[in-house]
């Protein structure tokens, strides 16, 4: 009996382990990395950016590079994610002048929140908000349905 318990105690305090750090509310979830999925721009800085701009980014964890589009010019750099911390590096980016002032407008602001981002939080299926060093939301983007 005793040594049935010696075997059931590391598998129970590792089930009980699993349990707490699901429920921590972290909201990162393992199962769905901000690699891969093309992430477009839905808000920034708590307003909604009006439908029909192309602003996405993708994050390739193999190349540690992120690529996308501010809505008018393609743009790319480096990031690096360890936990919640995320960090991307000086974006270099194409220099086409944007037709709509209010779609250049978001371009300006979209890639200054990509460079003050300092950690991100899944906040729903599909939706990911990166977060400035004082935790504050600078960027909301949903990942783009296939």
């Known amino acids: 009996m005793r040594s049935l ?6 598998a129970l305090a590792t089930a009980l382990l699993a349990a ?12 769905e990395p901000i690699e891969g999925p093309v992430w477009r721009l839905a808000q920034l800085g708590g307003e909604p950016v ?29 990031f690096t994610r360890s936990g919640i911390t ?5 974006l270099a980016s194409t220099r086409m002048a944007c037709a709509d002032p209010v ?7 979209f890639i200054s929140a990509l460079q003050t981002t300092a950690s991100y939080r899944l906040a729903g299926p599909g939706q990911l908000a990166l977060l400035d060093a004082s935790g504050r939301t600078v960027a909301t983007l949903n990942a783009a349905m296939h």
């Open 5 to 10: 318990a010696r075997l059931a105690l590391p």
């Open 20 to 31: 707490a750090l699901s429920a921590c509310g972290s909201g990162i979830s393992l199962d």
């Open 50 to 78: 009006a439908t029909g701009g192309d602003a996405q980014i993708q994050f390739d964890r193999s190349s540690g590079r992120v690529s996308g589009s501010g809505g008018c010019n393609r743009v790319s750099g480096s």
């Open 86 to 90: 995320l960090r991307i590096g000086q």
């Open 103 to 109: 779609r250049g407008a978001n371009e300006a602001q």
